[in-house]
């Protein structure tokens, strides 16, 4: 496999306290299926899509429990440079660069808006393996931010995004990309989410049909908070699972409207 571009969106993983839960719940919803937890690292479990890696499953660590959520690894030929560069641009090292055995090397960190994310510097793990357009898979990532300026400063300083905003006087949404390739979205957060939700980077899965999808993850006990929705890009919803992770799931092959008009940004 061919080395992902410094800032590519390269792995997910997310802590549960109930792991058992967490996988009997994206088994169903996404199709996933889990490898050993591999008790050398914590009882990081993999998870798959079509048999093909598509994010990974952990308990927390002792003294770090708390509601789930899920965290977006970023490429990096080089870990500790990475994270040097995060450190001068305003940014918080959470977890010093590591390495994770012969897998690679990650570091997790947080930007100066307070959206937490990590550093993945490739070993033998290149990251994931399912195309984005398998059911299940990873397929796209977006910045939730309520202080965009300082996200659209930081992020493209670190890891040498250029930027394009969305033509729309209802939302401010601005794409991070390398070269032509889109990398990230960004979104500013609105009144319309709650005071006690932090800055997150939402992560979305492919599915076949999104209102079966948000039917099936509901009556398992998710919270819908948006949508189903369609879109030029697909027909999406964003939803909460049953130990308060937040995800969207998206439907790519179900399309409407036109795309959004974007404008390069210096």
Sequence with gaps: MAVKPEGT??????????????????????????GEES?????????????????AVVPPM???EGQSQWCLYLASPDAAATAARIRENGGEILMEPMEVGD????????????VVFGVWQAGTHEG?????????????????????????????AVFGYGQRQMQDDMIDFRLYTLGETMALGRMRMTDDFPPEVPPYINVYFNVPDC??????????????RFGPMSSPFGRFAALSDPQ?????VIDTSTTEGDMPELTDVS
Excluded: H, I
Excluded at 39 to 55: C, D
């Design 128 to 156: 994931f393996d399912a195309d984005v357009r398998e059911p299940g898979a990873f397929c796209w990532a977006e910045v939730f931010t309520r202080a965009p300026e300082k996200s659209d400063t930081f992020f493209p």
């Design 103 to 114: 897998f690679g090397s990650m570091c997790l960190a947080r930007d100066p808006g307070g």
């Design 211 to 224: 209102d079966d999808t948000v039917a099936k993850a509901t009556k398992l006990g998710a919270v819908l």
């Design 244 to 248: 308060g992770a937040n995800f969207s």
């Design 39 to 55: 008790s050398e690292y914590g009882n990081y479990t993999q998870a798959y899509a079509n048999g093909k890696a598509a994010a």
């Design 9 to 34: 969106p390269v792995w997910a993983d997310a802590m549960f306290t109930d792991l058992e839960g967490a996988k009997s719940f994206y088994g169903d919803v996404l199709g996933w299926t889990f």
């Design 62 to 64: 002792p003294g770090q």
